[in-house]
């Protein structure tokens, strides 16, 4: 299953059900769709991994996990001078709903070099933090979440759930038309 706004912005609702409100609702469902869109494109998050199994070149197929860890986004928050309990339950919420969506929906594809078929091991080792503080913006824009305080939100969330996905690890498959001799190789995948 890939990573859909609807998931994104649940995972991170069913985080704080102490967090109330229509602005909550409509902070969660930005935060939701901006996590969605900005995961699916390589330049912003992609993950490098190790292969082995039978020579040749395949396609990789994995499940992602990222840690359940939302330390990086409330230390985003005083950072960017959201100060407050508010700020920091928030910041617990979207980090918890991030990471379990990822941990229940997160995906990757990509391509193997050297193995045809065998088994991945990937990292995540791109995690475009201003892309994702960009989109976020814009999203909140769009949907007419305006105000003084948006774009540092916007900084401070983006900032550190890109932080918080250089956690994320995936275990996967290689598969493809397999050589008779084992081998080792790299992969390079997308989420899906």
């Known amino acids: 299953m890939p990573i859909t706004p609807p998931t994104v912005t649940g995972a991170i609702l069913l985080a704080a059900p102490d967090l ?3 602005d909550w609702l409509r902070l969660a469902t930005i935060v939701g769709t901006s996590v969605a869109i900005w995961a699916q494109l390589p330049a912003n998050l992609a993950l490098q991994g190790v292969t082995t199994g039978a020579a040749g070149t395949g396609t990789v197929f994995g499940k992602m996990f990222v840690a359940p860890v939302p330390l990086p986004v409330n230390i985003a928050m005083p950072a960017f001078g959201f100060l407050g309990i508010n700020g920091q339950q928030v910041a617990r919420a979207v980090g ?21 078929a065998g088994t991945d091991i990937s990292k995540v080792t791109v995690s475009n933090g201003a892309t994702l503080v960009s989109i976020m913006a814009a999203t909140a824009a ?4 305006l105000g003084a305080d948006m774009p540092r ?6 900032t550190g759930i890109s932080i918080m996905m250089f956690t994320g690890a995936g275990v996967g498959v290689v598969t493809g038309p397999p050589a008779p001799s084992p081998a080792a190789g790299t992969s390079f995948s997308k989420v899906v």
């Open 142 to 145: 769009s949907t007419g979440f």
């Open 153 to 158: 939100l916007a900084g401070a969330l983006g």
């Open 96 to 116: 918890m709903g991030v990471s379990t969506a990822f941990n229940t929906s997160g995906a990757y594809v990509g391509a193997s070099a050297g193995v045809a």
């Open 20 to 22: 109330k409100g229509p």
